[in-house]
């Protein structure tokens, strides 16, 4: 028993990245609109201070059916890691019975035998194995609770990319059906020129072609309004027409601060659960690599029992009933044919891929957010170019009006105008949407919308010993 600290198989230690992976900032963060000191990423959303974001996010935390199956997947790994503990105590049970006994021994006479008595066996983990097993599914918890925060910061990330989305087609909606309206009284004055001799049959039917088609892209963008006021419903986890009446009235889409705070490339490790899930999985594959290597010593253990048993009609009870035994055992496999030696290289092989996928996430971490910076800055240089273009356009359009009135230019060089205003007034909607999405975005790769500080506090931080999985049991397992 002095020996049952030793535990067999390789000890966790945490990866180390190259430098060249993890450098000292982010490469993008040249732009003046980024910042390398370390800011609050918490509630990232509360950035473009529009109150129904916030309220609706909040909607989505209590109601969203993905972060309620997140939460009950912690929960079974919970319990999987109070399965492994209870290894480390005996086990006792109590049983008894009655049977009737007829045999060569008793000449064939049926007699009825009573018994009752309690076992107890205990496992002595003298090679880890229990400890292993314990170590594997601490990390497995601790995984599982990454995965659950990784669900919540895609959630709000999600919540707004829909939000702002309605908001983005509410307003090319209101474009197009501006847009329409002007149509419709150039239209007018086309058919008044043409029954009038001014204008030809040909400008009408141009006019009444370019009215048909703004009619067209209506209701193209009111479909894609639906679709995304339904996504949110389904979001909260309510009907999908939950928020139809919060959302009819159309409002700005969220503008986005001209800086933003990035932090540096390391700070990933701590803030994205992504990662910190992928590390914890190669400390639980790192386990069971001791797990399987614990199979190629004996087994030992310690088993008693205490019962009595008596024919009917004796005391059960009585000293003479009385059974008893205690003692130790022991279990090794001498010969199975490699199945022993080929479980550890199979674990071996689990610990190398665990160690590449977490190499990998961490890379496709880094890329999202070096994507999502460019992004960023690039959606707020088009949205500007695009703004400038369509004013000019409606002032285009506005002194085209009344030169065609006055029948200094024919009816083609209006229709180019329209056109073009029609077209650049929904890209400048989409555009602002796109440029908030691309922000959205950019807090969704650098892990925002949690606060792994608090984790630190609480010491409950990827790479804690098992003893932390026995603090979140106290409650539910003594």
Known sequence: MLVASCEVGPDYEPPALEEEVIEESFTAVKDPAFSSDEGDIREWWTVFDDPMLTSIIALAEEGNKDLEIAVSRVSEARARLGFAKA??????????????????????ETRTVSSIGADVSWELDLFGRVARQIEAENASY??????????????MAEVARAYIGVRAL?????????????QEQILELTRSRTLNGISSELDL????????????????????????????????GKNPTALQKELAEPKPIPVPPTHVTVGVPADLLRQRPDIRAAERRLA?????????????????????????????????????????????SMQWTLFDGGRTRSAIEIADAGVEQALLLYERTVLSALQEVETAMTTFTQEGSRVGALERAAAASRDALRLSTGLYEKGLIDYEQLLDVQRSLLAQEIEVAAARGQAATSLVMLYRALGGGWDPGELDQDGDAPGADAASGDAALSDGNG
């Open 87 to 108: 290894g480390r105590y005996p086990s006792i049970g109590i049983g008894g019975g009655v049977n009737a006994q007829n045999d060569f021994f008793t000449g064939f």
């Open 142 to 155: 601790e995984a599982t609770e990454e995965d659950q925060r990784d669900v919540r910061v895609t959630l």
């Open 170 to 182: 509410q307003m090319q909606l209101q474009s197009a059906e501006r847009n329409l309206a002007s």
């Open 205 to 236: 039917s141009r006019a009444l072609s370019v009215y048909a088609a703004s009619e067209a892209a209506v209701p193209p963008l009111r479909v894609g309004l639906s679709r995304e006021v339904n996504t949110l419903g389904v979001l909260i």
């Open 284 to 328: 639980a594959q790192t386990a069971r690599v001791g797990i399987a290597t614990a199979d190629l010593y004996p087994t030992f253990g310690i088993g008693g029992s205490l019962g009595f048993s008596d024919f009917a009609g004796g005391n059960l009870l009585d000293a003479g009933s009385r059974a008893f035994s205690l003692g130790p």
